[in-house]
């Protein structure tokens, strides 16, 4: 994945990205803040146990704990998860694999010095969900990001997000999930011991490992996914 993680990097590699994210715990989120979520779902609906669950989704009010990248070119993998030693080291949990672990501060900055050496880059709802995430929680780290996940929607060159793929940029109305699309074409499936649901309770109990582990599961299929439909449906979109 780097010079540090690998022999060193390809030009401009293929590289598929994905994140995970423990939301803050709910007596931490400052009282006003906690009102508004409140309103707001109150307003639409929602009931207010899932606002207090599901910080991780609402930007800004969960931390960036893990970023799984896998290099299509090398076929080979890659993890940044919270801990201390800001170095890459072997991954035992994934034979093949590295890992570097850092405070959420370190692993978006080596995140954002790999990902401006990098190409085309594939995620699975990344222009919606870990691109903004990414973008936002280095804004508030006072990190500068190397490059935009959020361009310009129609285009699968610079970001190729397969979600939006497979729904033909909303064409087909419903969007289904990467486990669900995995299953389709034959591709791995990254479910396990863990889903994203877990990752709050995981991180609160301090075991990365496993959130480094599932995220590069994910990081994985989302590759192999993208491998699937790239002689087929990407040649219809630009590039």
């Not at 994905?18 to 409140?38: K, S």
């Not at 990248?69 to 034979?95: I, R, T, Y």
């Not at 309770?201 to 994910?218: F, N, Q, S, V």
């Amino acid at each position: 994945m780097s010079a540090a993680a690998a022999d060193g990097p390809l030009k401009h590699p293929l590289v598929a990205f994905d994140i995970e994210v423990a939301g803050l715990e709910w007596e931490e989120v400052d009282e006003a803040t906690r009102h508004y979520l409140m309103e707001r779902a109150r307003r639409k609906g929602d009931r207010e146990e899932d606002v207090r669950n599901r910080l991780a989704l609402v930007r800004g009010l969960g931390r960036v704990v893990s970023i799984g990248m896998w290099n299509l070119d090398k076929d080979q993998g890659a993890v940044l998860v919270h801990g201390s030693g800001c170095k890459w080291e072997d991954f035992g949990e994934v034979p093949g694999t590295k890992v570097y672990r850092g405070n959420e501060r370190e692993i978006l900055t080596e995140f954002w010095k790999l990902a401006s050496t990098w190409g085309t880059v594939i995620t699975y709802n990344g222009r919606g969900y870990d691109g903004p995430v990414l973008l936002t929680r280095s804004a508030m780290l006072d990190i500068s990001p190397t490059r935009m996940f959020s361009g310009y929607r129609y285009q699968v060159g610079e970001h190729c997000d397969l979600m939006e793929v497979l729904n033909f940029f909303g064409a087909a109305r419903e969007s289904f999930s990467l486990d669900y699309w995995c299953r389709r074409f034959g591709v791995e499936s990254p479910k396990g011991r863990m889903d994203g649901s877990m990752v709050g309770d995981k991180a609160r109990k301090g075991h990365y490992d496993d959130i480094a582990e599932y995220c590069l599961r994910d990081t994985r299929a989302t590759a192999d996914l993208f491998r699937k439909i790239r002689p087929t449906l990407l040649p219809l979109y630009r590039s």
